[in-house]
Nanobody, 118 residues
Framework: QVRLVESGGGLVQAGGSLRLSCSAS????????MGWYRQAPGKQRELVAT???????TYIDSVKGRFTISRDNAKNTVILQMNSLKPEDTANYYC????????????WGKGTLVTVSS
């Protein structure tokens, strides 16, 4: 079992920045992907950015050039630096941990709210 604890959400004006952090604890598979997803009211949850232990990254097109994902493998922590925030970035942001192995499990944090005012 893996437990994920998120922090860093809040209210910010358009153009501002926020930093989300997620720490994983428990039985941590050495080969994994950690990342962030978001869900706005009335919309489906979507991938924002992911980063594997091997260094492979994925970003949704709408955040490329504005958001940066990083991780500390020794601390099992993933960071999402969000710059130039837009009102359309408003959503609940969820941390995800996924084991990269056959039958690997996927775990979710409880979410942290990001609100960007115009």
């Amino acid at each position: 079992q893996v437990r994920l604890v998120e922090s860093g959400g809040g209210l910010v004006q358009a153009g501002g920045s926020l930093r989300l952090s997620c720490s994983a604890s428990g039985f941590i598979s050495s080969i994994n992907v950690m990342g962030w997803y978001r869900q706005a009211p009335g919309k489906q949850r979507e991938l924002v950015a992911t980063l594997s232990t091997g260094g492979s990254t994925t970003y949704i097109d709408s955040v490329k050039g504005r958001f940066t994902i990083s991780r500390d493998n020794a601390k099992n922590t993933v960071i999402l630096q969000m710059n130039s925030l837009k009102p359309e970035d408003t959503a609940n942001y969820y941390c995800n941990f996924r084991e990269l192995r056959v039958g690997g499990m996927s775990y979710w944090g409880k979410g942290t709210l990001v609100t960007v005012s115009s």
